[in-house]
């Protein structure tokens, strides 16, 4: 096997969707915060389940998201997780496997569910989400493919994993070893609120093993305690090797190699649903940096790759990014 | 409870659909008919499922979709089906009532699963089914609820069903019913090569027992063993009051009350996925039907709900269809 046989290795909670759409009143209803993302136990899940519309379900988790994309954008990528024997855990594999990822992690025969996670879709297009973390909060270090992340340019590294202690260890664990083979660690900060939760964890790991950093406004904002979004991308420049801060309808800005570009965001059609943009657009910029392309050049493929998932429901692609990438000749 | 409590009682096969993209090598390789329905056992779709693209899951069968589009036009309409109490059976029957439809039949807690269908979906948006009917072969005539077919106008029965025997039992117990209760009976014709399994004992109930027929004209003219169209409606105008008969992008004819209306298809937007037009075009026909609306009116509904379902992956609408003909200024 050649030593970068992979272009990324992305770990992740593996969660399949469950998305339902939903109005405002809906979501104050039940105390959600539009936007965010909220961990139930599986009971509360039931609940939320028997009370929302009717849903399509659709493999997701943030990292596996970005794995598909980068999948069908004609990347070499694995993906580690976990998830339970069930139902819902063949779903999630499939999709993976069928998309082309190479998927590592064997699945629990015993134990709690495959994770799923409630997404309702207001008429605006954003999603909030109750997520039942079951089988996923298993991943443990020894689920971390040493070879793997040896052979592969880039770690690619979900911030929900630090919600589940043992897969925060996963995380770091490999973390170390990338750095270890020389490779490139990429994190995603994933939520505000999971920023909230575990800034200085954030805050370390930044310093000490992250040289591509994804996060949206808020979470950036969240990070460094400030409400000044300049102010906050450039602590993060300060702190990382490439910095990609997406602003939603604003596009984007990346920060690296001392210049800053703006980015825009792409629009392709009517938005239907927000549900991994964030998650698409860092498997179009991974896609650009594992080819060497400029820096502007990922922002732009990243936001194509945005475009189309915003246009249906749920976060795997519906058509093969890399046609679509092609036939807007961006390469 | 009033005599006329509901507007329709749908009777099918209970089945979630496993949506996937697929070009047409793929279902050459697969020996499969483009546009048709085939059955297969499980050990197929196992096999099937491994090999086709990332999919999502979506609940479907052709009854249950106009059911639950029924339901979003703001009819009371009730479903009976028969599913296993796994996580499919869960999932169909948190659609049917997170949409409104009251759904009659108690799931099997033993036996087959829930019946999936693996739902090919082409470039030209075209859908191929393979179904394992699983569960819903187990449809038997004591699940046909008498009390909601006789307080239902109009009791809508799935050729599909001709398949299972039990289920062929179920569907005429649920005729005569109706019929006894001095209600109508709608049949959908459902598929060519069910036509083609079944054409004695179609043309039988049609003679017998149905009010309204639906149809697209590959099943019409396969019922009437006819390639002129134009035959087939006549030779299907002598037999029922009111058959209506699909045409794809060329609108529908519907032939009633000595009168034949052509209506013109709507177009939303662009073409993803032609699963469930059909069914979505009687839940608009029966919706205007329920309320005595004009024959011609009655099939402008069914051609926009038509046109909202192929708009997306799946068979389920994702818009209060209410609203949608509101917003167009057809009620």
């Given at each position: 096997?050649?030593?970068?046989?992979?272009?990324?290795?992305?770990?992740?909670?593996?969660?399949?969707?469950?998305?339902?759409?939903?109005?405002?009143?809906?979501?104050?209803?039940?105390?959600?915060?539009?936007?965010?993302?909220?961990?139930?136990?599986?009971?509360?899940?039931?609940?939320?389940?028997?009370?929302?519309?009717?849903?399509?379900?659709?493999?997701?988790?943030?990292?596996?998201?970005?794995?598909?994309?980068?999948?069908?954008?004609?990347?070499?990528?694995?993906?580690?997780?976990?998830?339970?024997?069930?139902?819902?855990?063949?779903?999630?594999?499939?999709?993976?496997?069928?998309?082309?990822?190479?998927?590592?992690?064997?699945?629990?025969?015993?134990?709690?569910?495959?994770?799923?996670?409630?997404?309702?879709?207001?008429?605006?297009?954003?999603?909030?989400?109750?997520?039942?973390?079951?089988?996923?909060?298993?991943?443990?270090?020894?689920?971390?493919?040493?070879?793997?992340?040896?052979?592969?340019?880039?770690?690619?590294?979900?911030?929900?994993?630090?919600?589940?202690?043992?897969?925060?260890?996963?995380?770091?664990?490999?973390?170390?070893?990338?750095?270890?083979?020389?490779?490139?660690?990429?994190?995603?900060?994933?939520?505000?609120?999971?920023?909230?939760?575990?800034?200085?964890?954030?805050?370390?790991?930044?310093?000490?093993?992250?040289?591509?950093?994804?996060?949206?406004?808020?979470?950036?904002?969240?990070?460094?305690?400030?409400?000044d979004f300049a102010a906050a991308a450039e602590a993060a420049e300060a702190e990382v090797g490439?910095?990609?801060?997406?602003?939603?309808?604003?596009?984007?800005?990346?920060?690296?190699?001392?210049?800053?570009?703006?980015?825009?965001?792409?629009?392709?059609?009517?938005?239907?649903?927000?549900?991994?943009?964030?998650?698409?657009?860092?498997?179009?910029?991974?896609?650009?940096?594992?080819?060497?392309?400029?820096?502007?050049?990922?922002?732009?493929?990243?936001?194509?790759?945005?475009?189309?998932?915003?246009?249906?429901?749920?976060?795997?692609?519906?058509?093969?990014?890399?046609?679509?990438?092609?036939?807007?000749?961006?390469?």
């Amino acid at each position: 096997m050649s030593r970068e046989s992979l272009d990324v290795v992305g770990i992740g909670n593996a969660i399949v969707d469950v998305l339902a759409h939903a109005d405002d009143a809906f979501l104050a209803a039940e105390g959600l915060k539009k936007g965010g993302m909220a961990l139930i136990d599986a009971e509360r899940a039931e609940r939320l389940y028997a009370r929302m519309g009717p849903a399509v379900e659709v493999s997701g988790g943030s990292a596996g998201n970005t794995a598909a994309g980068l999948a069908s954008l004609g990347a070499r990528v694995a993906y580690i997780g976990k998830v339970r024997d069930d139902f819902l855990g063949t779903v999630f594999r499939h999709d993976m496997r069928a998309q082309g990822v190479r998927f590592l992690t064997p699945p629990l025969t015993a134990g709690p569910a495959t994770a799923r996670s409630l997404v309702l879709v207001t008429p605006d297009g954003q999603r909030t989400m109750s997520t039942y973390l079951g089988a996923s909060v298993e991943l443990r270090p020894e689920d971390i493919d040493a070879e793997a992340i040896a052979e592969a340019r880039i770690t690619y590294l979900e911030g929900y994993l630090f919600d589940p202690p043992l897969a925060q260890k996963a995380l770091r664990k490999a973390a170390l070893l990338a750095q270890r083979a020389g490779r490139k660690v990429a994190l995603s900060l994933s939520d505000p609120y999971c920023v909230e939760r575990h800034r200085a964890l954030f805050r370390e790991l930044l310093g000490a093993s992250v040289d591509i950093l994804f996060a949206n406004e808020l979470e950036i904002c969240a990070l460094y305690e400030t409400r000044d979004f300049a102010a906050a991308a450039e602590a993060a420049e300060a702190e990382v090797g490439i910095a990609v801060l997406t602003r939603s309808a604003a596009g984007s800005l990346v920060l690296g190699q001392g210049e800053t570009h703006s980015v825009a965001a792409v629009t392709l059609g009517p938005l239907v649903d927000t549900t991994g943009a964030g998650d698409l657009y860092a498997s179009g910029f991974l896609y650009g940096l594992a080819r060497d392309l400029p820096l502007p050049l990922c922002g732009r493929i990243g936001s194509l790759c945005a475009a189309e998932i915003i246009g249906h429901l749920g976060a795997r692609p519906e058509v093969a990014l890399a046609e679509l990438v092609r036939s807007v000749g961006l390469i």
